[in-house]
């Protein structure tokens, strides 16, 4: 069974930025779409970033096109690179990776979930 886990989560100032790394073990991210979420407490998750299993396709939510960019780095690993960064993107980051038989970059029923790591990005 697939588990992710997270990393690259912090404290930063507005306009910064930030790296997240979501690492794949007990299998890889092959056959698979993997997705970034982010959570405010009493809010559902927001899906912030999709990346296809080819890695080829990738989708944004519009408050984050042109700052952020998701990746496929290799076989176990996706990234979510978060540039200039805004406060509004303060939250817990989760990725989540769905089985997938066709090159979507977004799907409807995540399968895995890491445990989230937590971004501040401070006024």
């Known amino acids: 069974q697939v588990q992710l886990g997270e990393s690259g989560g912090g404290l930063v100032q507005a306009g910064g930025s930030l790296r997240l790394t979501c690492v794949a073990s007990?299998?890889?991210?092959?056959?698979?779409?993997v997705a970034w979420f982010r959570q405010i407490p009493g809010k559902e998750r927001l899906c912030v970033a999709g990346?296809?299993?080819?890695?080829?396709?990738t989708a944004y939510t519009q408050s984050v096109k042109d700052r952020f960019s998701i990746s496929s780095d290799n076989a176990n690993t996706v990234s979510l690179q978060m540039n200039n960064l805004e406060p509004v993107d303060s939250g817990t980051y989760y990725c989540?990776?769905?089985?997938?038989?066709?090159?979507?970059?977004?799907?409807?029923?995540?399968?895995?979930w890491g445990q989230g790591t937590q971004v501040t990005v401070s006024s």
């Open positions: 990346v296809s299993r080819s890695g080829f396709n």
């Open positions: 007990g299998g890889t991210f092959s056959g698979y779409r």
């Open positions: 989540a990776a769905e089985g997938a038989n066709d090159d979507r970059a977004l799907g409807g029923s995540y399968d895995y």
